[in-house]
């Protein structure tokens, strides 16, 4: 067990919705990262948060946005949902943007139908 | 830009044999660190070795050992009497260390297969 908590662990939506993932952060880890694995594309970092501000943006989609909260935990936006959302979703965590390694949760698997 | 080939995309042996999963980066940074992870067919993605680029020295955790060649720009992790339980996509991953935040860089993995 990682200590990193997402939920929905599944999430089965249409085409053109909106889904909110959740990322609760290992305790004491002030930095959330999210990555998005997928048959195309394989892992690829989306973006980082620090103590409730943007650290750090990868490949993430206009469509796509997140937030950390006070309480640390995080969420992934993902809006107008297209066929190649379909992807599992991993939030990871560590004690600062600097501190290595990341720790991944189990990961939220999304199918797009 | 940070990148990390993994070329063999599954690799399949028998239970008992050795098996050296090979990993090649590339990277401007002179300050990295270099990760493996297991992803099990559950799902979820295990931490197994972090290595900084300023530490060439091999390690050996139980069956499980990784060469770290600067040189060649390699990290390559050999698992020793491979076992049915080592079924698993491993991924190799960089990252850099610097204000732009330390994302890791992952291969494309390499599905290994462990027959009994």
């Known amino acids: 067990d990682s200590g990193v908590t997402q939920t929905p662990k599944h999430l089965i939506t249409a085409t053109g919705q909106r889904v909110t993932l959740r990322c609760s952060p290992r305790?004491?880890?002030?930095?959330v990262y999210w990555y998005q694995q997928s048959l195309d594309q394989g892992l690829q970092f989306l973006i980082q948060y620090y103590n409730g501000e943007e650290r750090a943006k990868g490949n993430i989609l206009e469509r796509f946005s997140a937030q950390q909260f006070p309480d640390l935990h995080s969420e992934l936006n993902l809006s107008s949902l297209e066929l190649g959302d379909s992807a599992l979703y991993f939030c990871?965590?560590?004690?600062?943007?600097?501190?290595?390694?990341?720790?991944f949760g189990d990961g939220t698997r999304l199918s797009i139908l | 830009a940070q990148k990390v080939t993994q070329a063999q995309t599954e690799i399949s042996v028998v239970e008992k044999e050795d098996v050296t999963l090979d990993c090649v980066y590339e990277?401007?940074?002179?300050?990295?660190?270099l990760f493996w992870y297991k992803q099990p067919p559950s799902g979820e993605l295990v931490f197994l070795i972090r290595r900084n680029s300023f530490d060439e020295q091999n390690e050996i955790s139980g069956r499980y050992s990784w060469n770290f060649q600067k040189s060649t720009s390699s990290f390559n992790f050999t698992i020793t009497a491979s076992q049915v339980v080592d079924s698993a996509v491993y991924f190799c991953a960089l990252s850099g260390l610097n204000n732009a935040g330390n994302m890791l860089t992952f291969g494309g993995g390499t599905r290994l297969m462990v027959k009994p």
């Open positions: 305790s004491g880890d002030l930095s």
């Open positions: 990871a965590s560590s004690v600062s943007p600097d501190s290595q390694p990341q720790h």
């Open positions: 990277t401007r940074d002179t300050t990295y660190y």
